[in-house]
């Protein structure tokens, strides 16, 4: 399908992928929110809790040594958690900005990463993406995918929300030309493995 016609019918669909985009950037900011707060416990809050418990209690000086260099190590590690949800919520705000600015640049790249998985697979809870036949890449939970339009020769374009880690996610638009063939066992498997 022409990236150029599919971001035009995409246009009219305008308001659904907003909201959805909208919609994961909050949660992304909430998810890095409760990653800032589990680092900032845990290396600041119990490490300086550990250090001073464990402080009065040593009796040599290699002990001592290596208590504080235990500790200092602590704080490296929470500052430089702290330092990178910073830098995301910067780049997750600067992305926001860009979004309302120039949502058609933002089309743009969002068919440029969907026309790199052409092939769809489904199973029962999911689609699949592939860059080629039989071997999966990124895994979309159906519940999550959201039909944004039909295109004139009959293609669906759906918009899902695919896992990076841990409590964050990313969008991706797909496009399904009629029911997409059912997952072989052997290859979901070796999805899951990797």
């Not at 900005?97 to 029962?124: C, G, H, M, N, T």
């Not at 959201?146 to 004139?152: A, G, K, R, V």
């Amino acid at each position: 399908m022409d990236q150029e016609l599919l971001i035009i019918e995409l246009l009219s669909a305008a308001e659904p992928i907003y909201k959805r985009v909208q919609k994961n950037r909050r949660k992304n900011l909430v998810a890095a929110f409760l990653f800032l707060i589990v680092a900032c416990v845990l290396f600041f809050g119990i490490g300086s809790f550990v250090y001073q418990r464990l402080e009065m209690r040593v009796r040599s000086f290699d002990t001592g040594y290596w208590l504080r260099d235990f500790y200092h190590f602590s704080l490296v590690l929470g500052m430089i958690s702290v330092a990178a949800v910073v830098i995301f919520f910067i780049v997750n705000g600067i992305q926001g900005i860009r979004l309302r600015r120039s949502f058609q640049r933002f089309l743009e790249r969002a068919v440029k990463k969907a026309a790199k998985y052409p092939v769809v697979y489904q199973d029962r809870d999911a689609y699949y993406l592939a860059e080629e036949a039989r071997k999966p890449k990124i895994r979309l939970l159906k519940m999550d995918c959201i039909e944004l339009t039909t295109t004139f020769d009959g293609a669906t374009i759906y918009l899902g929300i695919r896992q990076e880690f841990r409590g964050f996610s990313g969008t991706q638009l797909f496009v399904l030309n009629g029911e997409p063939p059912v997952l072989p066992e052997r290859s979901e498997c070796l999805f899951m493995m990797e």
